[in-house]
C-alpha cells in the first residue's frame, strides 16, 4: 500500500527540501533554522488551548524574526504543509497500516475497533493540527488537494478489506469514501475542545466511556459494510 507520507506530502519532506523561497540552497544552517520553525509550530499545535498559531507567533516560539521565517515559508499554508508532511509520516505506523493486511472474518469486528481506536489515537494526538487543515481545506486549494491525497492510502485499504468487490448497486470505492467520512467526522467532533455530549436520555458518562461507545457504533457499521462487500464474492459462502 501507499505510503500516507509518500502520497500526500509530495514536495513538502523535510529531506526534500533543498532552497529556500530566494532559490538560495540550504546550508546546514538553513537546515537547522526551517527544522527550527517546524518543532517551534509542532510545540505551539500540541496546546489545543494555546494562542492562535500564525507565522508571527511561530517566529516568536522560535526566536526568529519574521522576516527570517519568510524565507523559508512565504505563507502559513506552506507552513502547515510541511507540519502536515512530518506529522503524516508517523500516520503509517500508528493506524493506516493496519489496513494493509485482510483482517480474518472470525474477527473482523475486533479489527474494525482496533483500527478506529488507533485511529482515534492519532487525531486526539494532532487534533489542533488537523482541526486546522480541515477548516483550510474549505477555503484553501492546496491543503484540500493534500487532504484528498492524504485520504487515499485509507480509501485503498478500506477497498482491500472489502475484498474490491463492485457490484450493479455498490461500488466499493463509493463506500470507501463514505465509511472514511463518518470516522474522519466522528474523530474530528469528539476531539473538539469544545465538545460535550448533550443526547437527550443519554447516562451520565465520562468521556473516555463516551469515545468508547462512538468507536463501538463506528466499528460496527465499518464491519457491516467490510462484510456486505466481502459477501458480494461469488466464491462467498451462502
Known amino acids: 500500500m501507499a505510503s500516507a507520507a509518500r502520497t500526500a506530502s509530495e514536495g513538502v519532506k ?22 527550527r ?3 517551534a ?15 508571527t507567533s511561530v517566529a516568536r516560539e ?3 524574526r519574521l522576516t527570517n521565517l519568510y524565507l523559508y515559508f512565504p505563507d502559513m499554508v506552506e507552513l502547515l504543509l510541511a507540519v502536515l508532511g512530518r506529522v503524516m509520516d508517523a500516520a503509517d505506523a500508528a493506524f493506516i497500516d493496519r489496513l494493509s493486511v485482510r483482517w480474518p472474518d472470525e474477527r473482523l469486528g475486533d479489527a ?12 486526539k ?4 493540527l488537523l482541526h486546522m487543515r480541515n477548516a483550510l481545506s474549505d477555503v484553501e486549494p492546496r491543503i484540500m488537494d493534500y487532504r484528498q ?3 487515499l ?13 463492485d457490484d450493479a448497486e455498490f461500488s466499493c470505492s463509493n463506500l470507501a469514501v463514505v465509511v472514511l467520512t463518518g470516522f474522519e467526522r466522528m474523530a474530528t467532533v469528539v476531539t473538539n475542545p469544545n465538545f460535550t455530549n448533550t443526547s437527550r436520555g443519554q447516562m451520565p458518562m465520562s468521556e473516555a466511556e463516551m469515545i468508547e461507545q462512538f468507536i463501538l457504533a463506528e466499528a460496527r457499521l465499518l464491519e457491516l459494510a467490510i462484510r456486505d462487500r466481502r459477501s458480494a464474492r461469488p466464491d462467498a459462502a451462502r
Not at 474494525?112 to 487525531?123: N, S, V
Not at 494526538?125 to 489542533?128: G, L, M, S, Y
Open 112 to 123: 474494525c475497533q482496533e483500527f478506529l481506536r488507533a485511529h482515534y489515537q492519532f487525531w
Open 153 to 165: 492510502p485509507i480509501i485503498e485499504g478500506l477497498i482491500m478489506q472489502m475484498d474490491g468487490i
Open 125 to 128: 494526538k494532532h487534533a489542533r
Open 41 to 55: 509550530a509542532l510545540r505551539l499545535l500540541e496546546d489545543p488551548h494555546g494562542p492562535p498559531v500564525t507565522l
Open 62 to 64: 522560535a526566536s526568529m
Open 149 to 151: 491525497k492524504a485520504s
Open 14 to 35: 523535510l529531506h526534500e527540501v533543498r532552497h529556500n523561497v530566494a532559490g538560495q540552497r540550504l546550508g546546514r544552517k538553513g537546515q537547522e533554522a526551517r527544522e
Open 37 to 39: 520553525i517546524l518543532s
